[in-house]
């Protein structure tokens, strides 16, 4: 896998932050990729010049004329989509309102660091910007039109299922399916991120949705009857396919021919575009009229906001692994996720964490006393289904105990 060095913009009205920063970054690797500046207004003109430039900002919050958080705004309504870190002595209270200030405006406030500025500090908030931009920075290539036409000619697209387990019970609530390409040919592995948004470009998303979605719900009822208990499956829709009025319909076609109703299917809104035509909502309204469980994917990183979630008819909403990732440790992180519990637990929303991966997360997340289905690689991975069924009835027989 190739990677990329991201480009990184600091901003300090101190000169000695800078140089510090810098010698940090450059320690790290970034020694041609760095850009700093000593007021805000600077930052902003070089950001303007190319949008797209710099994966991450890292930002002082207390500058003369133009401070911290009026930078975070006008990021924000430019639509900046890379990761905004605050380096600043801070107390939880700001945190907060820099949190809920960000979030008002879309903009990827990913973190912050205390001074004096430590090289550990720094090298953590970089693997979440790499998490951020995993779209950019972390890719190898997407496959051609071509290709992935041939690879639905041949019918590979292939359904990978991950468990999503209940943070107190250990219940497997649900299960995630998750679209691979299996080459017919040599049993190679195609991830979603090479051909995804080459699908939605070429308007082959559906296919891809209702193959799997075929090929899933027709296996329902024979692993169900393996695992010996009731769970849901959750797929992923792409909001461009919510356009599409008649996808209700269809999904409860499938559904009916493999004698399966909706409430045992939950549907994903994958957020990477911003939710928002009328007739998107009118689909998603729908769906929830139906019976259907209907979440909202990476919330954290997409554009809802949390005000936002209100006025949405989701059922549930899934953390992102950005979010996730070190809350234990990391008090911005967990600023966000409290007032999410918050605002959910009114709502009667259910929540997911998504890329659990570490016995510390989990333990953090247990603390919340909340309900919550806890999806990761601390428990499983994705897997083809007879890996799953085996993974599955391991978890039962131990009663679900992570190693
Ligand atoms: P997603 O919906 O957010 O799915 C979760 C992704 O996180 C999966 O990646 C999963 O393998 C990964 N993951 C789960 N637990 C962990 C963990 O503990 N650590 C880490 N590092 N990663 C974890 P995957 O399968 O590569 O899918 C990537 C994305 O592709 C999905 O993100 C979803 O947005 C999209 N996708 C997958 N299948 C479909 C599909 O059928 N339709 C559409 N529209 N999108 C799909
Ligand atoms: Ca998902
Ligand atoms: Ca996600």
């Not at 719900?217 to 692993?223: A, G, L, V, Y």
């Not at 559904?255 to 299917?265: F, G, H, R």
């Not at 939710?275 to 998603?284: C, M, P, Y």
């Amino acid at each position: 896998m190739k990677k990329i060095v991201p480009n990184i913009l600091v901003v300090d009205d101190s000169k000695a932050i800078l140089i510090v920063m810098k010698a940090i970054l450059n320690e790290l690797g970034m020694s041609d990729t760095i850009t700093t500046c000593l007021s805000a207004k600077e930052a902003l003109d070089k950001v303007k010049k190319d949008i797209n430039y710099f994966d991450a900002i890292f930002t002082d919050l207390n500058m003369p004329e133009m401070d911290g958080m009026e930078l975070i705004r006008h990021l924000g309504e430019l639509n900046y989509q890379g990761g905004i870190i605050i380096v600043s002595e801070m107390d939880q209270k700001v945190i907060s309102l820099a949190a809920s200030l960000a979030k008002q405006h879309n903009a990827h406030l990913i973190g912050n660091i205390t001074k004096p500025v430590q090289l550990s500090q720094v090298s953590k908030l970089l693997i979440k910007v790499a998490q951020l931009n995993s779209h950019t920075l972390l890719k190898e290539p997407s496959i051609s039109e071509g290709e992935l036409i041939e690879a639905l000619n041949n019918d590979e697209i292939t359904p990978f299922y991950q468990p999503k387990v209940n943070a107190n019970s250990n219940i497997i609530e649900s299960v995630e399916v998750l679209a691979r390409i299996l080459s017919s040919k040599d049993g190679s592995i195609i991830l979603p991120n090479r051909f995804i948004s080459v699908a939605e470009q070429h308007h082959l998303i559906n296919q891809i949705t209702f193959s799997l979605f075929e090929k899933a719900t027709s296996e329902f009822i024979n692993i169900k009857a393996q695992l010996g208990h009731n769970f849901k499956m959750a797929f992923n829709l792409s909001p461009t396919q919510l356009d599409d009025l008649n996808c209700p319909n269809k999904l409860l076609l499938i559904l009916e021919l493999n004698q399966l109703t909706p409430s045992n299917i939950i549907i994903e809104i994958t957020e990477q575009h911003a939710l928002s035509s009328l007739t998107q909502l009118e689909t998603l309204n729908r769906l929830r009229m139906h019976g259907f469980g209907v979440s909202l994917d990476d919330f954290g990183v997409g554009f809802t906001n949390i005000n936002q979630l209100r006025n949405l008819p989701f059922t549930k909403v899934k953390i992102d692994r950005s979010l996730i990732s070190h809350i234990e440790t990391d008090l911005f992180s967990q600023v966000v996720v409290s007032s999410l519990f918050n605002i959910t637990s009114k709502d009667h929303l259910d929540l997911v964490a998504e890329g659990v991966e570490r016995p510390e997360e989990l333990a953090y997340l247990r603390h919340y006393k909340r309900n919550l289905a806890i999806q990761g690689f601390l428990f499983s991975c994705p897997k083809p289904q007879s890996e799953f069924i085996s993974w599955a009835k391991d978890w039962l027989r131990t009663d679900g105990s992570p190693a």
